[in-house]
């Protein structure tokens, strides 16, 4: 499940990564070029975990990332703060704004509420994933 998760996550990253240079306000997110960047990076990532790392690369990957975004959407609702975006061309007000690197990498509502949803998703593929049992005898 861990592998397969990472495969079809791997692949939204890099979407929503380029798209986000398109199109910087999909789907009410703040997807500046540093956001889009992580969202490349990670998605490359996750995709060597899918498609070349091994099934319990794949589970720790899933349990760390899952971990990591769960924690960053709860962290953004409670560190956000009504505003509005101080990145260029951006000029979006939003209820719960966290301003990580202002005018760089700012994270809204929907941003949070993106990354707990995947947070979930990956910990979800992870914890359903059995670790590998396979052991080399030397």
Do not use: Q
Request: hydrophobic content about 55%; overall charge neutral; aromatic content about 8%.
């Amino acid at each position: 499940m861990a592998k397969t998760i990472c495969k079809l996550l791997g692949v939204v990253f890099l979407l929503v990564g380029i798209i986000g240079f398109v199109k910087p306000d999909l789907m009410g997110t703040h997807l500046s070029m540093a956001h889009n960047l992580v969202h490349i990076i990670s998605g490359i990532i996750a995709l060597y975990f899918g498609f070349a790392g091994s099934l319990s690369g794949a589970r720790a990957f899933a349990l760390a990332f899952g971990a990591v975004y769960l924690l960053l959407g709860i962290v953004g609702f409670i560190m956000g703060a009504p505003g509005s975006s101080t990145i260029a061309n951006m000029a979006m007000e939003d209820g719960r704004l966290w301003k990580v690197i202002p005018g760089t990498l700012e994270l809204g509502t929907a941003d949070h509420a993106i990354h707990i949803l995947l947070g979930i998703i990956f910990l979800a593929g992870a914890l359903m994933t059995k670790p590998d049992d396979r052991r080399t005898v030397d």
